[in-house]
């Protein structure tokens, strides 16, 4: 069967098989309590495409009123070339804009030659910008002067 994906939104009994899609693509497995603290945001920036009724593949989008950014984009491999990753992506940036969003965001790997070409040919152009990252640990969480963790 060569059937046209489905891009709609994601629902938590796709939890299992958006799991399948990023192990299968070499991504990190987002925790569930992490995502589920994520869609409390927007949850329709969370999509997934089925195709033959498996989930081929996923992007998670996020707004935060000023910047959209695209997040862990992926395709498992059995699905790729069939323009499953394009469409995802069409369909997040219209639900951009359906937010006022003016201007979308992510993150390449400047090793990652081919998702460079690709995200490049969507449009998306590489900026000279300096990441800068630091991971926030429970024991710097705030606290209410008594000594006490909130």
């Known amino acids: 069967m060569n059937a046209v994906a489905h891009i709609r939104q994601f629902a938590w009994p796709d939890y299992d098989g958006v799991i399948e899609v990023w192990k299968s693509?070499?991504?990190d497995?987002?925790?569930?309590?992490?995502?589920?603290?994520?869609?409390?945001?927007?949850p329709q920036l969370f999509l997934v495409a089925e195709r033959d009724a498996t989930l081929a593949?996923?992007?998670?989008?996020?707004?935060?009123?000023?910047?959209?950014?695209?997040?862990?984009?992926?395709?498992?491999?059995?699905?790729?070339?069939?323009?499953?990753a394009s469409r995802?992506?069409?369909?997040?940036?219209?639900?951009?804009?359906?937010?006022?969003?003016?201007r979308v965001n992510l993150l390449v790997m400047p090793d990652n030659v081919e998702a460079l070409r690709f995200w490049q040919a969507l449009g998306y152009l590489p900026l000279p910008d300096v990441l800068c990252s630091k991971p926030?640990?429970?024991?710097?969480?705030?606290?209410?002067?008594?000594?006490?963790?909130?």
């Open 25 to 27: 693509a070499g991504r």
């Open 57 to 84: 593949g996923v992007v998670l989008g996020t707004f935060d009123g000023r910047r959209g950014w695209i997040l862990r984009l992926a395709v498992d491999p059995a699905h790729r070339r069939r323009g499953i």
């Open 29 to 42: 497995v987002l925790p569930r309590a992490e995502l589920a603290a994520k869609l409390v945001r927007d």
């Open 136 to 150: 926030i640990s429970a024991s710097i969480a705030p606290s209410c002067g008594c000594g006490q963790r909130l």
């Open 88 to 102: 995802l992506v069409r369909e997040l940036e219209t639900r951009f804009a359906t937010l006022g969003c003016p």
